[in-house]
């Protein structure tokens, strides 16, 4: 099955299978032309479209605003990106992401876990496990204590408790563990292949590696969160997971992303949100393209291209080449949209440029863990937490990871590698310059630069000021949904974006 197929076949089940936030969750009428019960192979597709919308949809918006990876100021009329930016982000806000998560993703997957084991399907309920576990991490991320051990019971349980955000993510590497082993059980009446839009293959033995180095890659992500917390802890269970000899990601090949189509209705929303009312409301920010300018980084034109289209800095604005110094590369472009094809630029009289004319493919994907991170990740654990393997090594990796995932030419890596490649200074010194390098790397990757600033403090980005923004500290964590504080009283009382989740004890 092709991906375009199952994306529109996954739309189909996700509309049948969608529920109000743990609450509402069958009509009371009952027809019986109705689907009550979707097969295995059309619940899964529906769960890893449903992943990568989230991963380029808003929880991916509100993070890369906060953490200036992308602005809101731009050209557009409308102020909700420009809100977005200055933390004023509110109840109403989130509904639609809590809601697709828990009463899309997660109800779908709570449908296939029991019915892949009674059919005699562990490949299934492994794949499901593993993305179950994914998604409440992000959660747990961004909201900090949320419903976990009672959620998706249904109608057994129309008001779920918030769990801790600990006790989650300690059952979270249970749940990987028992995903690993269900993939890797020795039979299985139905494997997915072809059947997904993330890891799609003919063979499931070679699929099924690239499912068990994502899910060992997942838990060196979540034990590396506690770095702040729990040195130690963080270094026992990173060095005892890479001295048992769990496989990890080995190439871009096994980047866990979910890739788009370039047909209606089936790309990614960046493209939605340009091709619609928020049309040149959604740019690169300042920060990233300066950092990323400052370094002469090869990755810009994959990552971002002048405003407007094929314009230098001497012509924009009416040529004032200072101003447009610091927005060159200033637009989203084909590594997080697809293809991008130029029509019209058209110059007013007062030196100001319309720019409508860019179109793109919209296969751009929803890049969601990397092996570029996977790198990053080993170069910190090398550095600080006494892991094996060698900081220096690792955090080149994951910059040539990151570049090659970008297009970059090899003599291009080459000289960025040669002048920016070498970790020098302080181990604080040392850890900033892997931090910020993973911000370039993680462009676009949903929640992860944002806990990354949490736990470390890098990049050393500023806060904006209080006559700008609702906080004059940069957000911690998101404000539980209003459609949740409606209908659960065990919705924890939380008034602003200041509070922390657990991992988060960095002054």
């Known amino acids: 099955m092709k ?28 027809s019986p032309n109705n689907i009550t019960v979707a097969p295995i192979d059309q619940l899964l597709p529906s769960v890893t479209v449903g992943i990568g919308y989230i991963g380029s949809s808003d929880l991916y918006r509100y993070s890369g605003l906060i953490m200036q990876q992308f602005t809101g ?3 557009n009329l409308s102020e909700t990106f420009k809100l977005y930016e200055r933390y004023n982000i509110n109840n109403s806000d989130v509904n639609n992401q809590w ?24 490949h299934y309920a492994g794949v499901a496990k593993l993305l179950k576990a994914y998604t409440f991490q992000i959660t747990v991320d961004a909201w900090g204590d949320i419903p976990y051990s009672e959620s998706g019971k249904f109608l057994d349980n129309l008001t779920p408790k918030f769990d801790k955000a600990e006790d989650i993510y300690t059952d979270l590497i ?42 060992n890659t997942l ?21 005892a997971l890479i001295s048992s000899g769990a496989q990890f990601m ?42 990323m300018n400052g370094k002469a980084d090869p990755r810009r034109p994959s990552y971002f291209i002048p405003f407007p289209y094929n314009s230098s800095p001497a012509t924009y604005k009416g040529g004032n080449a200072t101003e447009a110094a610091t927005v060159a590369y200033s637009r989203l472009n084909t590594f997080l949209k697809g293809a991008a094809t130029l029509n019209t630029v058209v110059v007013n009289s007062d030196g100001t440029v319309t720019d409508n004319s860019i179109t793109w493919s919209g296969d751009g994907p929803s890049r969601l863990l990397t092996f ?48 920016n490649g070498t970790l020098a200074g302080t181990n604080a010194q040392k850890l900033e310059q892997i931090i910020t390098e993973k911000y370039i790397a993680n462009f676009g990757v949903v929640m992860e630069p944002w806990s990354d600033w949490r736990r470390t403090g890098y990049p050393n980005i500023t806060a904006l000021p209080i006559s700008v923004a609702v906080y ?33 004890t960095r002054p």
């Open 3 to 30: 991906i375009n197929k199952i994306i529109a076949c996954a739309g189909i089940v996700m509309l049948v299978s969608t529920f109000q936030s743990c609450k509402k969750f069958y009509d009371v009428n009952e």
């Open 99 to 122: 809601t697709n998560i828990y009463s899309g993703i997660l109800a779908d997957i709570e449908k296939l876990i029991p019915l892949a084991k009674e059919g005699g399907s562990p």
């Open 174 to 215: 249970r749940l990987i563990d028992e995903g690993i082993a269900d993939v890797n059980s020795t039979t299985s009446v139905l494997s997915p292949t072809k059947n997904t839009t993330i890891y799609p293959g003919d063979n499931w033995n070679t699929v099924k590696q690239q499912w068990i180095r994502f899910g």
């Open 472 to 504: 004059d500290k940069i957000p911690r964590t998101l404000v539980y949904p209003q459609l949740e504080r409606n209908s659960n009283p065990n919705v924890p009382a939380r008034a602003d974006m200041l509070g922390r989740v657990f991992w988060d």
């Open 372 to 419: 570029a991170e996977y790198n990053f990740i080993r170069a910190e654990a090398a550095l600080n937490l006494s892991s094996p393997g060698d900081a220096q090594a690792f955090y080149q990796a994951g910059i040539r990871a990151s570049m090659e995932d970008a297009g970059v030419a090899a003599a291009n890596i080459t000289t960025y590698l040669t002048v």
């Open 73 to 75: 100021n731009t050209t």
């Open 219 to 239: 838990k060196l992500r979540i034990y590396l969160h506690y770095t702040a917390k729990d040195a130690a802890f963080a270094s026992s269970k990173i060095n």
């Open 250 to 291: 080995t190439s871009n090949t096994d980047n866990f992303i979910m890739k788009f189509s370039t047909e209606a209705g089936r790309r990614t929303p960046n493209v939605s949100i340009e091709g619609g009312q928020f049309r040149n409301a959604f740019f690169p920010n300042k920060t990233i393209v300066d950092m």
